[in-house]
């Protein structure tokens, strides 16, 4: 158990509606990463936050958007779905130690589109 | 030109075998090398990490790196049954992104 974890484990919703997924990262973790693995593009970035702002952007579409609260949870919402959207997606936080910073993975979100 | 190639394989291979899983890079400004291994339905858990040219070495696990070839490599000896999984490799530059390989799924046949 990496300690980071990850709602809701499987979706199921239509083309065109919203969903959020949340995470909440490991205890003292201050970045939080979103990203989607499909098995054609693999593991691909999304977006980067730290300590509620956000550091770095990656493949993330316009119609995908995400925030980190307070608390250091974040959520990343999909909106106007469609059928290519259906993934894994993961949510990782982080700990800098030695000079390297260690990314560990919650369990992911089923996401289905149909 | 992708900045992180991998075989996708599968690959199978029988209990005791040593298994060699490779990746390609490009760019040149890279500077940590790692391996991940995911499970079935689990995310991915960080097995190794390198930052330079050379071994590394954690007990049946060897992490290979030459960065003259932008190449990485990770061995496993005496494999088990127990690492039937998919290894990626990740590899970043000066920024927090890491690149993943698309991953090579493993099976160790008893």
């Known amino acids: 158990d990496s300690g980071v974890t990850q709602t809701p484990k499987h979706l199921i919703t239509a083309t065109g509606q919203r969903v959020t997924l949340r995470c909440s990262p490991r205890s003292g973790d201050l970045s939080v990463y979103w990203y989607q693995q499909s098995l054609d593009q693999g593991l691909q970035f999304l977006i980067q936050?730290?300590?509620?702002?956000?550091?770095a952007k990656g493949n993330i579409l316009e119609r995908f958007s995400a925030q980190q609260f307070p608390d250091l949870h974040s959520e990343l919402n999909l909106s106007s779905l469609e059928l290519g959207d259906s993934a894994l997606y993961f949510c990782a936080s982080s700990v800098r130690s030695s000079g390297m910073e260690t990314q560990y993975f919650g369990p992911g979100t089923r996401l289905l589109v149909l | 030109q992708k900045e992180v190639e991998q075989d996708p394989g599968p690959l199978s291979v029988p209990e005791g075998a040593i298994v060699s899983l490779n990746c390609t890079y490009s760019n040149s400004a890279f500077q940590y090398f790692m391996w991940y291994r995911q499970y079935s339905r689990k995310g991915p858990e960080l097995l190794m990490y390198t930052y330079s040219s050379g071994n590394k070495e954690d007990g049946r696990f060897t992490a290979q790196v030459d960065k003259s070839s932008k190449y990485i490599s990770l061995f496993i000896r005496d494999s088990q049954p127990s690492d039937s999984a998919t290894y990626l490799c990740a590899i970043k530059g000066g920024s927090e992104k890491l690149v993943f390989g698309k991953g090579t799924k493993l099976t160790v046949n008893p």
């Open positions: 936050y730290y300590n509620g702002e956000e550091r």
